[in-house]
């Protein structure tokens, strides 16, 4: 049997054969760095996509499969990124100081409520602060109740019926 050494050796001059002699690691992280720009180049994908049209039709199976693997590869990756949930930073409203229009206690005279990540900071009127939580796209749990932020954060309907509108 031949030692654990012996087949590294083996295997790297192998990989150096296929390689160039260039790091099988390098190579992969070139390789993943031009993918994520093609992901992010929706034109260059439809270059590609017109050259393996246009090499199915002259015949060159060899170039038309390398192309269509990594057409296919970067236009999977786009759709991905199309349908990936927003983030939180994507979808908070910005910082904001709020009315209570409806169901309002002495409290909710002047709130106030800033997002950050997924940290949500609520002020009441006499500045009282309860740091609660941010669940995107428009969930916020402060002072011990859920708001739904609607029409990009110009109003929150609190889960108790209290109701706030952007100054």
Not at 42 to 55: F, H, T
Not at 75 to 94: F, I, R, V
Not at 144 to 150: C, F
Request: charged share 20%.
């Amino acid at each position: 049997m031949p030692s654990p050494a012996l087949i590294d050796r083996f295997l790297h001059a192998k990989a150096a054969q296929l390689t160039g002699g260039l790091s099988p690691a390098a190579l992969a992280g070139a390789l993943m760095d031009w993918l994520v720009h093609l992901t992010y180049s929706p034109g260059k994908q439809i270059e590609l996509a017109e050259r393996v049209a246009a090499n199915a039709l002259d015949g060159e199976e060899n170039a038309t499969m390398t192309d269509a693997l990594f057409c296919r590869a970067a236009l999977g990756a786009s759709l991905y990124l199309l349908a990936a949930p927003p983030t939180a930073a994507e979808t908070a409203p910005p910082a904001a100081d709020y009315v209570c229009v409806y169901g309002c206690q002495p409290t909710d005279a002047n709130p106030r409520l800033e997002i950050e990540g997924n940290v949500a900071r609520c002020w009441n009127e006499i500045g009282g602060l309860y740091v609660g939580e941010f669940h995107p796209p428009d969930i916020v749990a402060c002072f011990r109740k859920t708001g739904r932020i609607l029409d990009g954060g110009a109003r929150i309907e609190w889960s108790d019926g209290v109701r706030w509108r952007r100054h």
